[in-house]
């Protein structure tokens, strides 16, 4: 048998700049492999899979000044045997320590620390994922390092003791979050029987306590798991570097070739969390902030299964939508809510939940059961609408031009997308994965909206309001929450006695770019220069000579000489900015979603308005952003909302229903 490494490269650089460049196809055991990558993409990529199994990605990038990693292996808090919660969690903790080759304690992090870089780590339902970063010079002692993780770790009893109570004490930290709280309420309320149930994190009862009761050595019962579960062939590596494609595949191949493939086959969980038990039911918890919030979870094909047809993007991309006519516009205007987020949550290939999630103001929270109504409502007319071409065209469009003109992210974050990205998709779509929907298939869509039914619904809802009125509690959080049944009679009673609002499928969106061509230069400019001074205003433009993206920037100062002159107008000041900008939203949401962003806020000496994306339709939005500034009023039921927003402190960021990361140090 041949023993060198597969290999797929993808060349340097896009042919005249022009076609997206996918790349040249070497012969590999699962056939040609051509990588999908952005058009402005300069960077090296090669599609390594050495002698055990491991399958990697190298990029070659000449201009970084940070190397980066990533090490996702295929097992998660999924494969926790029954009565170790939290074990392969413990086991990410653990690979930090030391190794028999680094046997100094910590001697990784304070290397990575040492050398301006740094490093992490999560545990997700079925996979664990290790990064870093580091100069690019030493990529090579740091690659060393880390590989060691997987080779032969340390796992003394006394570091095993340690890291318990460090992963106690972050799940002590966790016990006053409200994401993490609600994600395991909503485990919680599924069948036992399913891992997808599991407390995912552990705690110091689970790993310590409860495993000495039951006769369990748990630093034996944590090499067990690292031996049958760490294997090669389980394994998905990037690394990010200045060094060529072939220096950077004879460090990988030497420092990574000795990873053990026991030969392990891919993990499946079949079946769904979710029996008719567990559905049609409301449940009302009580949040550790101030805050109303409704999350309605169906059950769902799983989106992965058609990913290129896209049909979660497509019916998110109108349930989330924030135009005229959308569900959020009318629950706007009604004063009711805040915020709307809707999108696939949860999911692996066998079970998925479509989430939408809503923040309700005060006065939205007395109007629940109409929220629910208008929602179902606008549901029924996505289903009875068909699945007009036009919305999917506009859809791949602008997913199209954000993947290919993306701008560049950090190198740490790269390579853990793609990491993930490798345990999932095909190596062709190690880029671009479901970010770009390409096939359009109106049977996929209209079945994903068939299944958002409320025969099918989970809703949360969760208050202040409910505090002493629950008499449940989560058992590893506390989190307190009541169940009631609710039958499909009781929702189409509340679609009926909702408010008769002009719900309806979103405009063409205008500000999709269609010219995407740069403009010549002919010498570089290093300075702004004046175009135009007036006496109310001056004008300054200088040409992109650096990125060579058809983007542009636009800052403007608005001077308000009276807008910091005490703490009260400074205070208004802030609030108007922050009431333009939720007036706005109505009619620059197309801007946003086709890429083009503006943000309204205080500066001192009055406010600031910026715009960044697209050149083609920037102008577009600039006249229609002024054009509103000039004749905004303050409506009193949106200052009311702003106002209460304000006190409270940021808006919470809505979250769905997915587990948080569960690391946010390198190994404590």
Sequence with gaps: MDSRPRETDAPGDPANGAAPPLAAAVTAATGDVEIIRPRNDKRGYRRVVLPNSLECLLISDPDTDKAAASMNVSVGYFC?????????????????????????EDSYSKYIAEHGGSTNAFTSSEHTNFYFDVNSDSLHDALDRFAQFFIKPLMSPDATLREIKAVDSENQKNLLSDPWRMSQLQKHLCAENHPYHKFSTGNWNTLEVKAKEKGLDTRLELIKFYDSHYSANLMQLVVYGKDSLDNLQNLVENKFCDIRDVGRKPFSFPGHPCTPEHLQV???????????????????????????????KYISHLIGHEGEGSLFYVLKKLGWAMSLEAGEGDWSHDFSFFCVVIQLTDVGQEHMEDTLGLLFRYIKLLQNSGTPKWIFD???????????????????????????????????????????????????????????????????????????????????????????????????????????????????????????????????????????????????????????????????????????????????????????????????????????????????????????????????????????????????????????????????????????????????
């Design 80 to 104: 926790d045997p029954d009565g170790l919660e939290g074990l392969a969690h413990f086991l990410e903790h653990m690979l930090f320590y030391a190794s028999e080759k680094y046997p100094e």
């Design 282 to 312: 409301l449940v009302k918890a009580v949040p550790i902030k101030q805050g109303h919030t409704l999350r309605i979870l169906f059950p769902i094909t799983p989106n992965i299964r058609c990913y290129k047809e896209g049909p979660c």
């Design 394 to 668: 506009e859809l791949q469009a602008i997913c199209e031009t954000g993947f290919h003109y993306r701008d560049k992210s950090p190198p740490i974050n790269y390579v853990v997308n793609i990491s993930s990205n490798m345990q999932i998709f095909p190596p062709k779509d190690w880029l671009i994965a479901s970010s770009v929907p390409s096939k359009f298939s109106p049977d996929a869509i209209q079945n994903v909206l068939n299944e958002l039914t409320p025969e099918t619904v989970r809703i949360f809802w969760e208050s202040k309001k409910f505090e002493g009125k629950t008499k449940l509690a989560e058992p590893w959080y506390g989190t307190s929450y009541s169940v009631e049944v609710v039958p499909p009679s009781i929702i189409q009673k509340w679609v009926g006695k909702a408010p008769e609002e002009d719900l309806h499928l979103p405009k063409r969106n205008i500000f999709i770019p269609s010219d995407l061509s740069l403009r010549s230069v002919e010498e570089k400019v290093s300075f702004p220069a004046m175009l135009r001074k007036t006496q109310f205003s001056r004008l300054w433009y200088k040409p992109d000579t650096m990125f060579f993206t058809p983007k542009a920037y636009i800052k403007m100062d608005f001077h308000c000489p009276l807008s910091q002159s005490s703490p009260e107008s400074a205070v208004l000041t802030d609030v108007f900015t922050r009431l333009l900008m939720d007036y706005l939203n109505d009619y620059a949401y197309d801007a946003q979603v086709a890429g083009l962003y503006y943000v309204v806020k205080p500066n001192d000496t009055g406010f600031q308005v910026t715009m960044v994306g697209f050149n083609d339709k920037m102008r577009t939005l600039l006249e229609t952003v002024i054009g509103k500034i000039a004749e905004f009023e303050v409506k009193a039921d949106r200052f009311s909302v702003i106002k209460t927003r304000r006190v409270r402190g940021p808006c919470p960021k809505v979250e769905g229903p997915g587990v948080p990361r569960c690391r946010d140090c390198s190994s404590t």
